[in-house]
């Protein structure tokens, strides 16, 4: 008689694969057909299955969307964490395996080079990953709206939390010169749940953290984009390698 344990453990492992089956093919429709156009009947189809078949593993289009931004924000955040040395029980439940980076840059590193290999690191994967990409920072989707404390929301909030942190480390040691000129009250509020012992930190580090990112962001999302290819046919490494060099002088790191 077969064990039950065992039943459960194999339609568990079945389920599992099926769905990172389904996730893959509905990555593969939103790099044909965007965002805006992907649909459980489509990716069914892609998969060989009946679009009823899909409701055993998703709900709705929904609950699809969200499964795929909560997988790209926790991938993003592993590379980020995994380019500050973080060891893999500190990262997701994955399989333990170091993603790879441009470069690694421990908690025994000076600060400047660990705000550049988590700069390196956002680059690199949103690079690598210009579907998934568009999926967390490009145009909204019409009718999506991620669930209120949901999965997205810790993922994206670990994203924040790894960019955060080697900022914050330059704080604690005196070497992060704050900006004058911003609103730090007014700034500080939208980042403040994705850092840690944010009760800890003045408004104007938050705000510095917070335009920090986006001068980054602003150069990766340019050339994820496309905007620059007309510029810089070969990429843009070495131009988003000067700005982290600016900014890293603007932080006094260097």
Same mark, same amino acid.
């Given at each position: 008689?077969?064990?039950?344990?065992? *039943?459960?453990? /194999? /339609?568990? /492992?079945?389920? *599992?694969? *099926?769905?990172?089956?389904?996730?893959?093919?509905?990555?593969?429709?939103?790099?044909?057909?965007?965002?805006?156009?992907?649909?459980?009947?489509?990716?069914?189809?892609?998969?060989?299955?009946?679009?009823?078949?899909?409701?055993?593993?998703?709900?709705?289009?929904?609950?699809?969307?969200?499964?795929?931004?909560?997988?790209?924000?926790?991938?993003?955040?592993?590379?980020?964490?995994?380019?500050?040395?973080?060891?893999?029980?500190?990262?997701?439940?994955?399989?333990?395996?170091?993603?790879?980076?441009?470069?690694?840059?421990?908690?025994?590193?000076?600060?400047?080079?660990? +705000?550049?290999?988590?700069?390196?690191?956002?680059?690199?994967?949103?690079?690598?990953?210009?579907?998934?990409?568009?999926?967390?920072?490009?145009?909204? +989707?019409?009718?999506?709206?991620?669930?209120?404390?949901?999965?997205?929301?810790?993922?994206?909030?670990?994203?924040?939390?790894?960019?955060?942190?080697?900022? +914050?480390?330059?704080?604690?040691?005196?070497?992060?010169?704050?900006?004058?000129?911003?609103?730090?009250?007014?700034?500080?509020?939208?980042?403040?749940?994705?850092?840690?012992? *944010?009760?800890?930190?003045?408004?104007?580090?938050?705000?510095?953290?917070?335009?920090?990112?986006?001068?980054?962001?602003?150069?990766?999302?340019?050339?994820?984009?496309?905007?620059?290819?007309?510029?810089?046919?070969?990429?843009?490494?070495?131009?988003?390698?000067?700005?982290?060099?600016?900014?890293?002088?603007?932080?006094?790191?260097?």
């Amino acid at each position: 008689m077969p064990d039950p344990q065992t *039943t459960a453990s /194999r /339609r568990e /492992r079945l389920r *599992t694969q *099926t769905l990172q089956e389904l996730k893959a093919a509905s990555l593969a429709e939103v790099r044909e057909r965007g965002a805006v156009g992907l649909s459980l009947r489509s990716v069914a189809r892609r998969l060989g299955m009946s679009p009823a078949g899909l409701y055993r593993y998703v709900d709705s289009r929904e609950q699809l969307l969200t499964l795929l931004i909560a997988d790209g924000y926790h991938d993003l955040a592993d590379h980020l964490l995994a380019a500050l040395g973080t060891p893999p029980a500190e990262r997701t439940a994955g399989d333990g395996a170091t993603p790879e980076v441009p470069v690694i840059a421990g908690p025994d590193d000076d600060v400047a080079e660990r +705000i550049r290999a988590v700069a390196l690191a956002y680059r690199a994967w949103s690079v690598a990953h210009p579907n998934v990409f568009g999926l967390l920072f490009g145009d909204p +989707i019409p009718g999506y709206h991620a669930p209120p404390g949901g999965p997205t929301v810790e993922a994206m909030n670990r994203v924040g939390r790894a960019l955060a942190q080697p900022l +914050i480390e330059a704080w604690h040691q005196g070497r992060l010169r704050l900006h004058p000129a911003l609103d730090a009250e007014e700034l500080a509020g939208p980042l403040a749940p994705m850092v840690p012992v *944010t009760a800890e930190l003045p408004p104007a580090v938050l705000a510095r953290l917070l335009l920090s990112w986006g001068r980054l962001h602003g150069q990766v999302s340019l050339e994820v984009f496309g905007h620059h290819h007309w510029l810089l046919p070969e990429g843009c490494e070495e131009l988003f390698r000067a700005d982290v060099e600016v900014t890293l002088r603007d932080l006094g790191v260097t």
